[in-house]
Nanobody, 115 residues
Framework: QVQLVESGGGLVQPGGSLRLSCAASMNGFSIYNMGWYRQTPGKQRELVAR???????LYADSVKGRFTIFKDNAKGTLYLQMNSLNPEDTAVYYC?????????WGQGTQVTVSS
């Protein structure tokens, strides 16, 4: 059974940084296109960063230049480095396959950007 476990969220001041991690217990992690999604109350979950199996990346305009997605295939772990955070980045962040989440969703990790 595939399990996705996100961690690394927390409370950070505007302009700060966080690094999220997603431990994926799934066979063939390296061949999947993976992504980071975020969701705020009352809104649909949105894909903010995607990494293809070959390593290419894509970002939503709202995070481009501030967020970096990368992965460690040997560890089966996906990461999201988030810099220059602003209050609009406040959300629960999830990882899954991209561009659609084919695996069961994990519990997510809360990121709150506030002074």
């Amino acid at each position: 059974q595939v399990q996705l476990v996100e961690s690394g969220g927390g409370l950070v001041q505007p302009g700060g940084s966080l690094r999220l991690s997603c431990a994926a217990s799934m066979n063939g992690f390296s061949i999947y296109n993976m992504g980071w999604y975020r969701q705020t109350p009352g809104k649909q979950r949105e894909l903010v960063a995607r990494i293809f199996s070959g390593g290419n990346t894509l970002y939503a305009d709202s995070v481009k230049g501030r967020f970096t997605i990368f992965k460690d295939n040997a560890k089966g772990t996906l990461y999201l480095q988030m810099n220059s955070l602003n209050p609009e980045d406040t959300a629960v962040y999830y990882c899954n396959t991209a561009p659609t989440g084919l695996m069961g969703w994990g519990q997510g990790t809360q990121v709150t950007v506030s002074s």
